[in-house]
């Protein structure tokens, strides 16, 4: 992921965020691996000093909020590594499906770096101050078998992207108000944060014409169709 990338990828999700015909998003790769995280050879243009560390962990901050910040599912599908940077990016996702052959970690103490505050809170809400410090301190690589075990990855396959299709298959047919309001809730409580947002999106959700179709669907005994208005 260069410095380019972090900004072109936090905006892409932005228009994903706000198309309402989007009702789910898959985040993948093309080729073996997902992500090997940053590329550390701009470091010496891009991230020479605080100011430009600082800058730099704006745009990666604003990349993976913009994912997390998508009111629709995205679940990522990771094959090979995900190291690094490509944790910031699979941990700002709802859901991760991994493929068995996959490697997880965080080199940041190889590189004197200290990991992003938002994706480390991401990271302790995932698997738990304890593992989360064993995951930051060492370094260390685990297998796809040991990240679902510790709660890093949802499901491991020999087919991820095809497990990924087939749920976001079953959660674009559910209320996209209900599923927007419930990821922000969730996300803000993770990020310890109030979620000020939270009850106007209650009551968009409560004034919605979706509202009013599920209501109808419950009367007429039959599947509500649901627009995202």
Known sequence: MTLAMWKDMAATFTKLGKNRDVRAIILSSVGDDFSVGADVSEFGTVRRDAAESKAYEIAVDACSDAIAGAPQPVISVLRGYCLGGGCHLAMACDFRFAHHAAVLGIPAANLSIVYGVRSTKRLLSLVG???????????????????????????????????????????????????????????QAALGDEGILAEAMIDEASDSEDYREARAAFAEKRRPEFRRR
Do not use: Q, W
């Not at 685990?142 to 095809?162: M, Y």
């Not at 298959?169 to 419930?182: D, H, L, N, T, Y």
């Open 129 to 187: 101050i304890t593992t989360a410090k064993k995951i930051l301190y060492s370094a260390d690589r685990v297998s796809a078998r040991e990240a679902l075990r510790i709660g890093l990855v949802d499901s491991v396959s020999d087919e991820p992207i095809t497990d990924a299709e087939s749920f976001a298959s079953r959660m674009a047919e559910k209320a996209p108000f209900s599923i927007a309001g419930a990821k922000y809730i969730l996300n």
